[in-house]
């Protein structure tokens, strides 16, 4: 059985965990995505973007979620080529009581 000790023994040296993650999107584009959890945070950034020929062209992307005031927030922003990182899609997702 796993305790606490176990876990925070996987704490990297800016006091979160790091984690990594692969998302596919149906249209032909794969993510590799390299960050970490932090409280109540998670931060990351692409290592790659993987796209098929007929598939929107970009170069990079971060994603962060957060829980604010008790409710999830979600942002992602992508940089296309010859573009800085911009806004492309965000969420606040509020919990029902």
């Given amino acids: 059985m796993k305790t606490a000790d176990d876990v925070e023994a996987h704490r990297n040296a800016d006091g979160g965990f790091d984690i990594t993650v692969t998302i596919v999107h149906p249209g032909g584009i794969s993510e590799l995505y ?4 932090k409280g109540p945070q998670i931060q990351m950034s692409t290592d790659m973007v993987m796209r098929g020929g007929h598939s929107k062209e970009y170069t990079a992307a971060t994603r962060i979620f957060g829980l604010v005031d008790g ?23 509020n919990k029902l009581s």
């Fill in 71 to 93: 409710n999830l927030l979600w942002r992602w922003d992508v940089s296309t080529p010859g573009k800085s990182l911009e806004a492309h899609a965000s969420a606040f997702l």
């Fill in 34 to 37: 390299y960050g970490q959890i």
